[in-house]
């Protein structure tokens, strides 16, 4: 009888511990839903992603779609958040970076640092959990400089004007 008291009085125990969860939850839940809640725009992710991925050295550029591409030529402003992808679902992002490299780069390294970059960047400023960012490259950019002439070869091989104003000419019998 005794170890039926023991048992009963273990059990009111638990159902206390029971209630006062389940009292502290309530309480979380309704205070949850008197300060509102935060949505992210996918739009706020992308712009983030491509901000973070474009401050790696050897990213050439992000790729955009070709609608986009020629939206800029008509003037229309370029978007941090070109060549990149973002799908949500509930807490969990996965985000695709569509981007040129630089010529010379090591793309597993380049790949590597964009990664954590953008998904330590994107979870700090949203508190999202990024679950993937997947690099594609799409091309290789060649530096500019070492195909064209150089500016200071050109001077020189131009002939030098001089005009000082004062012409004489030389008369020789």
């Not at 125990?13 to 502290?24: F, I, R, S």
């Not at 309704?30 to 300060?35: G, K, M, N, Q």
């Not at 958040?81 to 807490?91: H, P, T």
């Not at 630089?102 to 640092?113: D, S």
């Amino acid at each position: 009888m005794e170890e039926e008291i023991k048992n009963m009085a273990d059990d009111a125990e638990t159902v206390e511990e029971t209630v006062e969860e389940a009292a502290a939850e309530a309480e979380n839940e309704s205070a949850a839903e008197e300060t509102g809640n935060v949505k992210i725009s996918l739009e706020v992710v992308s712009t983030i992603a491509g901000i973070a991925t474009s401050e790696i050295e050897g990213v050439a550029g992000m790729y955009g779609t070709f609608a986009g591409g020629i939206a800029e030529m008509l003037g229309a402003k370029r978007s941090p958040s070109k060549g990149v992808k973002v799908d949500m679902n509930g807490e969990n992002v996965t985000i695709d970076l569509y981007i040129v490299a630089q010529y010379g780069v090591r793309i597993p390294e380049l790949a590597w640092e964009i990664q954590e970059n953008v998904k330590n960047n994107v979870e700090t400023m949203t508190g999202l959990n990024v679950l993937k960012v997947n690099i594609h490259i799409e091309g290789v950019s060649f530096d500019k400089e070492k195909t064209e002439q150089p500016k200071n070869e050109a001077a020189e091989t131009a002939p030098a004007e001089t005009d000082d104003g004062d012409e004489e000419e030389e008369i020789t019998d």
